[in-house]
């Protein structure tokens, strides 16, 4: 299956790529710790284009004082699925792009193999349209194998068909599909394989135990527990100080899970949450007298979707949704998801879920405005760190507020 990148990351990708040279300075010797670093952070034209776009104001003013850098690593730019705007998402490729543009933390979603090894990679069966494995002798061991165009049902290739040999011996590729070709290609991550570029970049980490197959997880590991086990004995086996490692999961009983049995890394557990006014039907956010109880099971940070933390006021303002004001109110700490990953050239009406906050594009009307949002998830919700596609955006606003 040949790569194409949705309409929104072509147009996005020829900006960073055509909008001039990257622009690179050396940092201050900051990364989120505080401690000296020895990379260049590299954040490319997309940063200033957005910011010379936007509307005359304080905003604008102020992020436009900070062009001249230095820029340096924040914990506060996370990197998702490494850089997954332009490059093929959970590949080398992609977390050393995230790292350069000067994300503090890369994530790894993780899921497993026949074998049982934690791999990389937002779902256990979407290696049809995430790698070329459909265009290589493996298809045949998918769960539901290409047999050519036109296909009903779709393809169906499960990272539990494959070793960890096998695995490996794929390409990764832009997550879309068209039944007609091949490939074009990045190098696929194990969680251990992660965590050691993670090191050896000066990052750090935020593995997300993806959900599975139960009869699958069962199978292999003899049930959840052992699953959610696994990424601890990685993590363990690998050295790496749980300060740096921020777990995920949308799944409680994993984080509660860490907390019980690993509570050096429960500690930093991020619980996400499953908010979805799109889906039929919608899965509401939780109550305030449910998010107190997840305070009182040792739960710390929460992370709902950015578009449950915003609202619009009747002046056309963007302000703190009262979900986010409950969820402080509950003692709970917040990270959110995904910055750029919306297409945002017509407005906050035409853009999807991220931005359904704002369903008649009253405060987001051009792609610049995405610092309106970000401005109030940062000074006014006030949330740990956000995810974003395109890591550079993020750290641009972080380094110019001053946010490690």
Request: charged share 25%.
């Amino acid at each position: 299956m040949q790569s194409r990148l949705t309409s929104y990351a072509l147009a996005t990708a020829l900006a960073v790529l055509t909008a001039g040279s990257p622009v690179t300075y050396a940092h201050d010797g900051r990364d989120g710790d505080g401690k000296d670093g020895d990379q260049s952070i590299q954040l490319g034209p997309r940063p200033f284009y957005l910011v010379d776009g936007m509307d005359s104001g304080w905003l604008k003013t102020k992020l436009g004082q900070c062009k001249a850098g230095p820029f340096y690593r924040t914990d506060f730019s996370i990197g998702h699925r490494g850089g997954a705007l332009q490059f093929p998402e959970h590949s080398k490729e992609a977390y050393n792009a995230g790292a350069r543009m000067g994300a503090g933390i890369v994530e790894c979603d993780t899921t497993f193999t026949k074998d049982g090894k934690l791999v990389c990679r937002h779902s256990d069966c979407d290696l049809h349209t995430t790698t070329n494995i459909v265009a290589t002798p493996l298809n045949a061991k998918c769960e539901v194998p290409w047999t050519g165009p036109g296909q009903n049902p779709a393809p169906k290739c499960c990272t539990w068909n494959l070793t960890l040999q096998e695995f490996k011996s794929l390409r990764a590729k832009m997550d879309a599909s068209d039944p007609a070709a091949t490939t074009p290609d990045g190098t696929l991550m194990t969680l251990r394989e992660s965590i050691a570029l993670n090191e050896k970049n000066g990052v750090k980490h935020t593995p997300e135990l993806k959900g599975g197959d139960p009869e699958q997880i069962k199978a292999i590991f003899g049930g959840q527990a052992q699953y959610a086990q696994k990424m601890i004995d990685e993590l363990r086996d690998s050295g790496v100080d749980p300060h740096r490692v921020w777990l995920q999961s949308f799944n409680l009983d994993d984080i509660l899970y860490w907390i019980d049995n690993a509570p050096e890394f429960g500690e930093q557990a991020v619980y996400l949450d499953s908010y979805d006014d799109t889906v039929n039907p919608p899965i509401p956010p939780l109550s305030f007298a449910d998010l107190q109880k997840l305070r009182a099971k040792g739960v710390r940070i929460f992370a709902p979707p950015m578009n449950a933390l915003l609202a619009v006021d009747a002046s056309g303002q963007i302000v703190p949704s009262r979900y986010a004001l409950d969820i402080k109110r509950a003692g709970l700490k917040i990270i959110t998801w995904t910055f750029e990953r919306a297409d945002l050239r017509q407005g906050a009406s035409k853009a999807g879920f991220y931005y359904d906050f704002d369903p008649q594009g009253k405060a987001i009307k051009k792609d610049s405005d995405m610092y309106k949002a970000l401005d109030v998830l940062a000074r006014q919700v006030r949330i740990l760190g956000i995810f974003s596609d395109w890591p550079a955006t993020v750290t641009y606003y972080a380094n110019c507020m001053d946010l490690r």
